[in-house]
Each structure stands twice: as C-alpha cells, then as structure tokens.
C-alpha cells in the first residue's frame, strides 16, 4: 500500500495524479479474478490409463510369451492378451538376454586368460611376435634392392 502511495504522490507532484489513481483502482492488490467454469456435459466414464482393452500378439510375442513361462503351448494363448502381460513377457525376456550376454563375456574372458597363460608357458610374447614380423619385413624390404644392385652391375 505503501507503493501506491508514493506512486500517487510522485504523480500528484508531475500532475499526473489522475492517471495513476486509474491505473491502480481497476488492477487491485491481492484480488484475484473469479474464474467461473461452464457446465459440461456429463462425459462417459473414463477408463483407466493402465488397463488397455486388448491387443493380438504376433507370431514373435507368442514365443516371447512361451519362454518367459506365462504359458506352456501356441494353444493355451488366447486370441487378445493385454498389453501388460506382453510387456512384461518381453522384460522377462530383456532381463534373461542380459544375464546371458553377461556369462558369455565372463567365459570369454577366462577363455582368453588361459589361451594368454598357456602361450606364456610356451615363450610365445607379443613382443617377440612383433619383433619376428619386424625381421621378416626388413629382409623382404632388402632383398629387392639387392637384386636391383646386382642387375645394375651386370649392366656396365
């Protein structure tokens, strides 16, 4: 209130009194307009966001179905299943994918650390693997331009 008060005498002394006291008078401090709402008419009623009302699993979403144990056979599926019991048929599936992924990157990684212990024991090192490479390479780099040598000493 205070505000308003110095706006009003600030503008009384610029002669503009007036027009502030408009400015204020219709806005009002703290007031809130009243919001009225119409009248709908009364909607159906809704169903729940969770609770689809059905959905005709593939060929793919039977198997899924069939493996993640929520049936025994193609038969005992029925023609609709909610989406629900899909979706949680394909984590079922998701998380046993991982778990495999998972034993197979344990296994091959003990498969490589007794294939690297037993190449040890056998004085096969990757560094004088490399340096048998490096040698093979110089003397097949040598041995074209010694023939090149000699065929220019034939020459003259």
Not at 90 to 97: E, L
Request: hydrophobic letters at 40%.
């Amino acid at each position: 209130m205070n505000f308003i008060r110095s706006r009003i005498s600030i503008g009384s002394l610029l002669g503009q009194r007036r027009h502030v006291l408009q400015t204020w008078s219709h806005r009002g401090m703290c007031n809130k307009l009243q919001e009225t709402k119409a009248e709908s008419p009364p909607a159906a009623p809704p169903r729940p966001a969770f609770r689809l009302p059905g959905y005709k699993p593939s060929d793919m979403d039977k198997k899924m179905l069939i493996w993640s144990g929520r049936f025994k056979s193609a038969e005992q599926i029925p023609e609709t299943v909610s989406f629900e019991m899909i979706d949680a048929a394909r984590n079922k599936i998701r998380v046993k994918a991982a778990y495999v992924m998972m034993a197979a990157t344990i296994g091959a990684c003990m498969v490589m650390v007794f294939l690297g212990k037993r190449s040890l024991a056998r004085k096969e090192t990757l560094t004088a693997l490399n340096i048998e490479k490096k040698a093979r390479w110089r003397e097949e780099h040598q041995k074209p331009s010694a023939s090149a040598v000699a065929l220019s000493d034939k020459a003259q």
